[in-house]
């Protein structure tokens, strides 16, 4: 993206209650292709991605026939942040085979992303048209012809990046008056350790994408400190800075001292989970993996 450094600290706040900045916009962690190629780094390395992924694809895959239902012949699938496609190739496979046509329709910030799944996708699908959009300024981007057909929006783990007021909203506004929402989300259990809840995000693959803002306004990796915690219902990653503060972040106020959030990632038990879709939607239905540890929920 162009002017990154703008776009980073646009968003850049200052979190009275808490004394340190926030930087936690999902998007910022993407701008860039060498933050693009961070993240799907880590998304190779067991040691952060180990079921992370995979256990929201198996649970789609496992449902496939009820969660798309008896689609017609045309179905739109919006897929908000792709990376690489491994939750819509299924539902493209599953489409293609039953002779349903697939009109492909990637967003995201990053054009790394967006030609992967585009790459990995149009083999199933009769049109791919990729959205450079951030999830708010999508609609406007989308073609009409979207909406004329069956729509599905898709949104894998992504989803627990967002408060939950915004993207369910969001995705409401996205799917129209006819569409259906498949989400993902990572259960909080009733007995976890909230530090085996934390390690992954621990790891040097974690850390190394949530430092992806603050590397590209020059901060050196050396000069911050890794903290991960949980507060206010979701897992917080921040950056105790000491030594020197590049000038960028300087003539916005932060000092050696300061911490800054760059990523959150926020988690519900299932009643919680329930109690949203069924607040923000009129009808929904919950799929879980065999430990239930992942949901995925069609909303509608």
């Known amino acids: 993206m162009k002017n990154a450094d703008q776009e980073i600290l646009k968003h850049l706040q200052w979190d009275s209650e808490n004394s340190r900045f926030l930087l936690t916009e999902p998007h910022l962690l993407y701008l860039t292709r060498a933050q693009s190629q961070s993240y799907l780094d880590a998304?190779?390395?067991?040691?952060?991605?180990?079921?992370f992924h995979s256990a929201t694809v198996e649970v789609i895959k496992a449902n496939l026939p009820t969660i798309l239902g008896k689609f017609t012949r045309k179905v739109s699938l919006?897929?908000?942040?792709?990376?690489?496609?491994?939750?819509?190739?299924?539902?493209g496979?599953?489409?293609k085979k039953n002779k349903a046509e697939l009109y492909y329709y990637p967003?995201?910030?990053?054009?790394?992303?967006?030609?992967?799944?585009?790459?990995?996708?149009?083999?199933?699908?009769?049109?791919?048209?990729?959205?450079?959009?951030?999830?708010?300024?999508?609609?406007?981007?989308?073609?009409?012809?979207?909406?004329?057909?069956?729509?599905?929006?898709l949104i894998g783990l992504t989803f627990m990046n967002f408060h939950h007021s915004i993207i369910l909203t969001l995705l409401n506004q996205i799917k129209g008056p006819s569409g259906k929402?498949?989400?993902a989300a990572e259960l909080l259990q009733e007995n976890a350790h909230m530090e085996d809840v934390l390690q992954r995000y621990k790891s040097d693959a974690a850390r190394d994408v949530a430092f992806g803002p603050l590397r590209h306004l020059r901060m050196r990796p050396e000069d911050a400190d890794h903290l991960v915690s949980f507060h206010n219902s979701r897992i917080e990653m921040s950056f105790k800075l000491r030594g020197a503060i590049p000038p960028v972040l300087a003539n916005k106020g932060v000092k050696s001292g300061d911490t800054i959030v760059t990523a959150v990632s926020y988690r519900y038990r299932m009643f919680k989970l329930q109690s949203l879709c069924k607040q923000y939607f009129s009808k929904f239905e919950i799929f879980t993996s065999k430990d239930n540890s992942t949901a995925v929920a069609l909303c509608q």
């Open 43 to 51: 998304m190779g390395n067991p040691e952060y991605s180990s079921g």
């Open 78 to 91: 919006i897929d908000l942040g792709p990376g690489y496609p491994d939750k819509s190739l299924p539902i």
């Open 93 to 95: 496979e599953y489409l």
């Open 107 to 153: 967003v995201d910030v990053s054009d790394s992303f967006l030609g992967l799944a585009c790459r990995y996708m149009r083999p199933f699908a009769a049109n791919v048209v990729p959205i450079e959009s951030r999830f708010e300024d999508c609609v406007s981007k989308l073609p009409q012809e979207a909406a004329q057909y069956e729509l599905f929006v």
């Open 181 to 183: 929402v498949i989400l």
